[in-house]
Every structure is written in structure tokens, then in C-alpha cells.
């Protein structure tokens, strides 16, 4: 027992122990924010109806406040001040979504929105001005109804329609934007709103619709990257990909430890092994799992569509660097004999009888999902570097869902948390992380959530038309490490951070700052020898 502690305790010690808190010369810090969140201006112009504009109106009930993205954070019309928040951050770059419906109203090429296309031109020329660079999403859950309505992401066409889409925004705005995600979480965009239907589109059909757009999505992403390598890479020569937010799991006991592979590579593995392996296709344990699955639910073949060979060679190697969004994790034991088990992938993973925990010791967030591990995010880009061997990595989304006000203090020790383990990661583990994300810039429509979800940087005044920012205290704090390019800045409102740290933390402190003083003299005694 004495040995685990001493482990474990090391563990903790070397990541509050670095020396050196600066960030890599060339590490780049960012914020991000997506169309329907934010920018309002649901029916203004030509721009056509999206899958949130219908499902918040067909679906109010499957929003925690019953509100829509119809005014959001109104940026349509104030942008600039997007940008000036930007500008004050110290923003190396600022990651926005293009809303499909509002640059493609018909969802297909054959018109372009003169509005939607002068819209994103302003945005990307403004940030430019300001020396600040636009790394832009393709896709972040806004399908225009129209393709919904035929089927969506299930229809074996949608990839080709995102691949149309995909060759008119870099048309448009190639030569200004050098790095690209084409599609967003596609974790989340299928087996949410394909399995819960609690995101939009609201389609509950975890048996079949899931692993449609599971492979339609992989198939979208690949076209959109063919697309820019044969024909944009050699006038723009910049970067794609496509990001995910799986949680982080690990396993309950030593006994969980199988079935947690197992639903790594479920949920990783699902989404990222066609991309990033080297002989590409699904994981070959996961095809027998979901091939043992469908024939117990009475299906003559795998509800998991098989890629063909030609569809396994488009997928593989079409990534420029490994986009991770990481919010949290959770513990993975395999299910008691008559257990009841939750929906996944919120509560539990059914198809492979595993029960999903959070530990009663982690800091819970004021969302119901939401638990602090900052370790899970250098557990996963471990994970990752070790199953695809040296990757380049951009963390992409990375925050914490705090209580209204302005004095968010647990925002500020999330972000620091997760900053020391992507330094460990860069320092101690090798890993060649070069970007991080915080999600978001602002408070903002947080999808079935609505606006009870605080993630963002500034506070927004939703009662006010005027959608009044300000800067919240992790704005200034995040400001400072940007600045500094580095951790070792001090935490801002030291009366909040005194008030909120626990007899428990305290004394955690207590013993981590003494044992640091253990290990420093221990380390000086055998340079001496």
C-alpha cells in the first residue's frame, strides 16, 4: 500500500514541482466559439433554416431553459467586438465555426449567400488585422434542414454534400485561413444526436443511426481533406483535420482493465483508428463486438457498415496534426448480472455491459456531466501518441462549466490544472503538443443546456439587446499566461481563491509543497556525491 501512495503522490509531485513553467516558443493559445452558438441572426437575409433552428422549436423540451440560438451572443452583427475580445486576450488565434445554412442557404453549391460569404470575409479580414490567426471548423452541429430532411448524416450522399461544401470555403477563404477542422466531434454528433437525440437533429436510434453517421462523417471528413490536398494545398499549404472529445476512461479496478480498452477503442478507436493507423479500417476488436451485438438484437449483418477497401485507403492518413477537445472522465467497471445500465455515452456503454463512474473525489462542474481529471488529458494524448506512434496534437476544446458571476475561480484552477498536464506531456513525456483551446470566449448557447452552462471567458448579458462582454477573472488570468507564454503568473482575485480552497486542499498543498522540499533536498544530497 505504502508503494501505490509513493507512486501515485510522485505522480502529483512532478507535475506541481516543474521548474520551468514556459510554454515552447512556437505554442500557440487560442479560443473557440461555433456558429449557432453565437452568432444569432437565425432568419436574417437569405440564410436557411438549420437542424437547431427546427429541433429548439420541434424539441424545446430536451433544452434544460427551453431556449434557442435565435439571438445567441448576437456576434452576426458584433463581430468586431468578437474580434476586440480577441485582440484583449492576447489570442494567438481565435477558432470559429462557418454555419453551412447560412453560406450554402440550399445546403448545396449551386448558390452562395453574398451576406452569409461577406460575414465570415469580415470576420477572417478582422482578425488578421489584428495579427490574429483564423483556424475555422467546417462542421459544428449545423446541417441545414433541408439535408436533414433527407436523411442527414444516415444518407450515404451526406459526405459528398459536406465535400461540395468543403470545396467552396476554400475557394472563399483558403488563401487567408491556413488551418482547417472539417468536422467537429463527430463522437459526440452521432452517438448524441443519432443515439440520445438529445442534440440536434434529436434522432433517437442508438442500434442503427449511430453507425450511420459514424462512417458517413469519417467518409466526409476524408473527401473535404482529398479535396484541399489535389487541389488548394499547393497555393494555401494548410493544415486539416478533424477533432474529437471522447471522455478519458480508465479502469474501476485491475479486473476492468480489458473492458476498458475495449471502450477506449470504441469510442477513440471508432473515430480515429481509420484516420490515424497505419493499416486504417474500424478496430478489428470492435467490428466483432458490433458484429456479436447486431446478431443478438436479431440483425442479419453488423449495424457497424463495413468500409470498403477503396473507402479504407480515402480515410487513411488524412490528418495534418490530431485535433483533442477534453473535458473530463470517467471510471469503467464491467456491470453486475442484472444491473440496470444508462444510456451511452452519458451514462454507461450497454453494448459492452460497462458501467460509466465518476469518482466521488473529483471536483464536479455546474453541469450534470461534468467532473474534474485534468490527468485524463495527458493519459489520453499518452494513449494516443503510443497506439499512432509521434503525432503534432492541438488541444481544440478544453474548459469548465462554472456558476454564474465574474469571480470564476474554479475556471482559473481548471485551466491551470490542464495547462501543467499538457506541459507535462510536452516536457516529461515527449509529445509534441503545439496549440491549446479554450472553450469558449464567451458565455454562449450550450446546446441542450441552453444558456444555464457558463463556459465562457466573458460573461454575456443575455437580458440586454446590446449582448454586453465582460471579462470575466479567467479572461485576465488566461491573458497573463498567454502574455507571459508561460504558467508562473499569479492567480487573479486572491480574496475569491482564499474562499474557495477547502481544509482538504489546504492540506494537500501542505504535503505537496513539503514533499517537493523532501525531493529537492534528496536530489541536491546526490549531486553532492
Known amino acids: 500500500m505504502l508503494s501505490l501512495t509513493v507512486v501515485v503522490l510522485g505522480f502529483v509531485i512532478k507535475g506541481l514541482c516543474l521548474k520551468d513553467l514556459h510554454f515552447p516558443p512556437d505554442f500557440m493559445f487560442g479560443a473557440a466559439s461555433s456558429s449557432y452558438q453565437i452568432e444569432g441572426a437565425w432568419n436574417v437575409s437569405d440564410k436557411a433554416e438549420g437542424i437547431w433552428d427546427r429541433f429548439t422549436r420541434v424539441h424545446k423540451d430536451r433544452i434544460l431553459d427551453g431556449s434557442n440560438g435565435d439571438v445567441a451572443c448576437d456576434s452576426y452583427h458584433l463581430w468586431e467586438r468578437d474580434i476586440e475580445m480577441a485582440a484583449e486576450l492576447g489570442l494567438h488565434f481565435y477558432r470559429f465555426s462557418i454555419s453551412w445554412s447560412r453560406l450554402l442557404p440550399n445546403g448545396f453549391s449551386n448558390y452562395i449567400s453574398e451576406d452569409g460569404k461577406k460575414y465570415y470575409n469580415n470576420l477572417i479580414d478582422g482578425l488578421l488585422e489584428r495579427g490574429i490567426k483564423p483556424f475555422v471548423s467546417l462542421y459544428h452541429q449545423d446541417m441545414p434542414q433541408k439535408l436533414q430532411d433527407l436523411g442527414g448524416w444516415a444518407n450515404p450522399y451526406s459526405s459528398d454534400w459536406f465535400a461540395e461544401y468543403a470545396r467552396i470555403a476554400f475557394k472563399l477563404y483558403g488563401d487567408r485561413v491556413k488551418t482547417w477542422i472539417t468536422v467537429n466531434e463527430p463522437f459526440i454528433i452521432c452517438e448524441a444526436a443519432y443515439g440520445m437525440g438529445f442534440t440536434a437533429p434529436g434522432v433517437i436510434d442508438p442500434e442503427v443511426g449511430v453507425f450511420l453517421c459514424n462512417k458517413h ?236 452552462a457558463k463556459f465562457g471567458l466573458y460573461d454575456v448579458d443575455f437580458s440586454s439587446p446590446k449582448r454586453t462582454r465582460t471579462p470575466k477573472a479567467s479572461a485576465h488570468y488566461y491573458s497573463s499566461i498567454i502574455r507571459a507564454h508561460s504558467l508562473d503568473v499569479p492567480i487573479p482575485s486572491k480574496a475569491a481563491f482564499k474562499s474557495s480552497v477547502s481544509p482538504v486542499n489546504n492540506m494537500q498543498t501542505v504535503l505537496i509543497l513539503l514533499s517537493c522540499f523532501i525531493l529537492s533536498r534528496s536530489f541536491n544530497s546526490l549531486s553532492v556525491i
Open 217 to 452: 462523417t469519417l467518409l466526409a471528413h476524408a473527401k473535404a481533406y482529398r479535396i484541399y490536398d489535389a487541389e488548394f494545398r499547393h497555393m494555401y499549404n494548410g493544415e486539416l483535420s478533424v477533432s474529437n472529445q471522447p471522455f478519458w476512461y480508465f479502469p474501476y479496478s485491475e479486473e476492468d482493465a480489458n473492458i476498458t480498452e475495449l471502450l477506449l477503442e470504441y469510442t477513440n478507436g471508432r473515430y480515429t483508428h481509420p484516420i490515424y493507423s497505419k493499416e486504417g479500417g474500424f478496430p478489428p476488436g470492435i467490428l466483432q463486438v458490433l458484429k456479436e451485438s447486431s446478431e443478438k438484437q436479431g440483425y442479419q449483418r453488423s449495424n457497424l457498415p463495413q468500409l470498403t477497401k477503396n473507402e479504407i485507403e480515402l480515410i487513411k492518413g488524412t490528418y495534418d496534426f490530431f485535433a483533442v477537445n477534453y473535458y473530463t472522465s470517467r471510471l469503467v467497471r464491467k456491470a453486475e448480472p442484472g444491473e440496470n445500465l444508462g444510456p451511452w455515452p452519458m451514462q454507461d456503454a450497454p453494448v459492452l455491459n460497462a458501467k460509466l463512474i465518476m469518482d466521488p473525489k473529483w471536483k464536479l462542474g455546474e453541469s450534470y456531466w461534468f467532473a474534474v481529471y485534468p490527468e485524463g488529458l495527458r493519459r489520453q494524448l499518452q494513449w494516443l501518441s503510443n497506439k499512432y506512434g509521434a503525432l503534432k496534437f492541438i488541444v481544440t476544446e478544453n474548459g469548465y462549466p462554472d456558476k454564474p458571476g465574474f469571480h470564476d475561480i474554479n475556471r482559473i484552477m481548471y485551466y491551470k490544472q490542464h495547462l501543467e498536464q499538457i506541459l507535462l506531456a510536452i516536457k516529461e513525456d515527449g509529445i509534441n503538443v503545439t496549440g491549446y483551446t479554450a472553450w469558449t470566449m464567451m458565455d454562449n448557447f450550450e446546446w441542450s443546456e441552453g444558456y444555464q
